[in-house]
């Protein structure tokens, strides 16, 4: 089995008020893609009722090398009524954006197969690799972060500083 490490166990984004879930959806996309994650939607659900919810996942991963993988997960929530905004679908409520990171190492799983590998494996990590991973751990936390300030930007929620 993987070995997989948490960079970012989870920092969340709020926003109350409208917002076009469409072009969220496509900014994120898109930033995941142009920086060769692959995205995986691993939920969509939109419940229809007095008052909706929607809830939706999705994985992106990238392959740093042979031997680990970076993954950002990303989970929107929220209890919304639907609007018509300028010929655009939106929604009106209350909406969460979490988003987590990890890294994999052997992801093919190819040190699984012995015992003996498994150990020789875990030395090595600790050893061998411990600078690669800590250079891995800061670049993918750098890219939830740069995600997660992309994501409240769009939305409206950063806060500037005045000079």
């Given at each position: 089995?993987?070995?997989?490490?948490?960079?970012?166990p989870?920092?969340?984004v709020?926003?109350e008020?409208?917002?076009?879930?469409?072009?969220?959806?496509?900014?994120?996309?898109?930033?995941?893609?142009?920086?060769?994650?692959s995205?995986?939607?691993k939920?969509?659900?939109?419940?229809?009722?007095?008052?909706?919810?929607?809830?939706i996942?999705w994985?992106?991963?990238?392959?740093?090398?042979?031997?680990?993988?970076?993954?950002?997960?990303?989970?929107?929530?929220?209890?919304?009524e639907?609007?018509?905004?300028?010929?655009?679908?939106?929604?009106?409520?209350?909406?969460s954006?979490?988003?987590?990171?990890?890294?994999?190492q052997?992801?093919?799983?190819?040190?699984?197969n012995?015992?003996?590998?498994?150990?020789?494996r875990?030395?090595?990590?600790?050893?061998?690799?411990?600078n690669?991973?800590?250079k891995?751990?800061?670049?993918?936390r750098?890219?939830?972060?740069?995600?997660?300030?992309?994501?409240?930007?769009?939305?409206?929620?950063?806060?500037?500083?005045?000079?």
């Amino acid at each position: 089995m993987s070995e997989i490490d948490y960079v970012i166990p989870g920092i969340v984004v709020e926003k109350e008020g409208i917002v076009d879930i469409s072009d969220l959806y496509k900014l994120m996309r898109n930033w995941l893609e142009k920086r060769d994650y692959s995205v995986v939607e691993k939920e969509y659900v939109d419940e229809v009722a007095e008052k909706s919810s929607i809830s939706i996942k999705w994985e992106g991963e990238k392959d740093v090398d042979d031997y680990t993988r970076f993954i950002i997960k990303v989970g929107i929530k929220g209890k919304v009524e639907n609007v018509r905004l300028k010929k655009k679908n939106a929604v009106k409520g209350v909406i969460s954006i979490k988003f987590e990171s990890c890294m994999e190492q052997d992801y093919e799983e190819k040190w699984e197969n012995s015992p003996v590998f498994k150990f020789f494996r875990g030395i090595f990590d600790k050893y061998g690799m411990k600078n690669r991973f800590n250079k891995y751990s800061k670049e993918l936390r750098e890219n939830t972060y740069d995600l997660y300030y992309e994501v409240k930007a769009y939305l409206g929620l950063l806060k500037t500083v005045e000079k």
